[in-house]
T-cell receptor
């Protein structure tokens, strides 16, 4: 079945440093979504990417969808303590969403 | 507008006991999902429903049953709980390919 891998599993950064998480799918995706889960909370939808090579920005967050529609990345510029949480990608291959294992971001003030 | 709610928030079961987790949404969404979340494994789909009266198996359906008798409710049942079912359970509803999650139910099976 479809597999979605995410790396790294954990990342510690100093506040102000940049952060990137990568997502790779075993199959071509129709779209990819990103979610954020704060500690003790529930996943919250951030964004959806649909087109090959698409790049979207939300303030300090930049999301990319690969040309082959099998990989994606989330980059956070100048992290803040409010960015703490686990970031999940979720790939849609046409039937259901498959979530990656998530990247847990920890930010030292 | 409460969004997606889950009942109970926390439960402790003994091996072999049964229970039902309730998910309710007031957004009139057709699609609903049950996931379990375990450390380092992300969210894994248990069962889902594309509308009232319909259900389908997800990635890890064994040991669980579901029902969607009313559009707004999606029930997840454990007939005979096992320690391997200790997890955090999230329900979600979906519209326009965006999923909205409930706050989760933390289940501990002893």
């Amino acid at each position: 079945g479809q597999q979605v891998m995410q790396i790294p599993q954990y990342q510690h950064v100093q506040e102000g440093e940049d952060f990137t998480t990568y997502c790779n799918s075993s199959t071509t995706l129709s779209n990819i979504q990103w979610y954020k889960q704060r500690p003790g909370g529930h996943p919250v939808f951030l964004i959806q990417l649909v087109k090959s090579g698409e790049v979207k920005k939300q303030k300090r967050l930049t999301f990319q969808f690969g040309e082959a529609k099998k990989n994606s990345s989330l980059h956070i510029t100048a992290t803040q303590t409010t960015d703490v949480g686990t970031y999940f990608c979720a790939g849609d291959a046409g039937n259901m969403l498959t979530f990656g294992g998530g990247t847990r971001l920890m930010v030292k003030p | 507008n409460a969004g997606v709610t889950q009942t109970p928030k926390f439960r402790v079961l003994k091996t072999g006991q049964s229970m039902t987790l309730l998910c309710a949404q007031d957004m009139n969404h057709e699609y609903m999902y049950w996931y379990r979340q375990d450390p380092g494994m992300g969210l894994r789909l248990i069962h889902y429903s594309v509308g009232e009266g319909t259900t389908a198996k997800g990635e890890v359906p064994d040991g669980y049953n579901v029902s969607r008798l009313k559009k707004q409710n999606f029930l997840l049942g454990l007939e005979s709980a096992a320690p391997s079912q200790t997890s955090v359970y999230f329900c979600a509803s979906e519209i326009q390919e965006t999923q909205y999650f409930g706050p989760g139910t933390r289940l501990l099976v002893l």
